[in-house]
């Protein structure tokens, strides 16, 4: 039973440089969700996919994140011109209907901005 | 503006015992609720969930009770044991027909501590 999977675990990068973090789903969900965690909060929704399709977008994504899910599998975050307050744990979670599933999240993907 | 609310930080208890974790909401709409646990290190995971049409449901140690007049829910972990140590989640979930399919909303989380 392959989970939900995030690559990079840990990313360090200077301000002002772009990044990207790369999800695959558990292969049977066709739901995939972004969320951001900072310390001493819970998981923060960003974003979210069904296949292909991206259906809802938080206001805390600014125009400098986008995300793709091409051909409804992986998916990518991407975080243009990173700043300090970018640091983060971002973290993917797949689900999949019908049924009351709940979403399943992976180890999460640790952004520190310096 | 917090519309899920986990206001113990953290808890203790002793192994065998019973731990209870607590969390309130604002959102009426919300109509599923679910706990997660998270390691440090690692992403949330699922430990149990309920649906707005019930006000109770098991898994093993685990009871999930929810009381919609009061917009509360809690966790019952009986008997608690030391590797239940972690940070406790509430979450929930508006407008997907009584399901997680949409987004969730978390609280802050719950910092358990189960001592042997």
């Known amino acids: 039973d392959t989970g939900v999977s995030q690559d990079p675990r840990h990313k360090i990068t200077k301000r002002g440089q772009n990044v990207t973090f790369r999800c695959d789903p558990i292969?049977?969900?066709?739901?995939l969700y972004w969320y951001r965690q900072t310390l001493g909060q819970g998981p923060e929704f960003l974003t979210y996919?069904?296949?292909?399709?991206?259906?809802?977008k938080s206001r805390l994504l600014s125009d400098r994140f986008s995300a793709e899910r091409p051909k409804g599998s992986f998916s990518t975050l991407e975080i243009q011109r990173t700043e300090q307050g970018d640091s983060a744990m971002y973290l993917c979670?797949?689900?999949?209907?019908?049924?009351?599933?709940?979403?399943?999240f992976g180890p999460g993907t640790r952004l520190t901005v310096l | 503006d917090q519309q899920v609310k986990q206001n113990s930080p953290s808890l203790s208890v002793q192994e065998g015992r019973i731990s209870i974790l607590n969390c309130d909401y604002t959102n009426s709409m919300f109509d599923y609720f679910l706990w997660y646990k998270k390691y440090p290190a690692e992403g949330p995971t699922f430990l149990i969930s309920i649906s707005s049409i019930k006000d109770k449901n098991e898994d093993g140690r685990f009871t999930v009770f929810l009381n919609k007049s009061a917009k509360h829910l809690s966790l019952h972990i009986v008997p608690s044991q030391p590797g239940d140590s972690a940070v406790y989640f509430c979450?929930?979930?508006?407008?997907?027909?009584?399901?997680?399919?949409?987004?969730?909303?978390f609280g802050q989380g719950t910092i358990l501590t189960v001592h042997p």
């Open positions: 292969s049977e969900h066709n739901r």
């Open positions: 979670a797949s689900s999949y209907r019908p049924g009351t599933g709940a979403q399943f």
């Open positions: 996919f069904q296949n292909e399709a991206q259906l809802e």
């Open positions: 979450a929930a979930s508006a407008g997907a027909g009584g399901t997680s399919y949409g987004k969730l909303t």
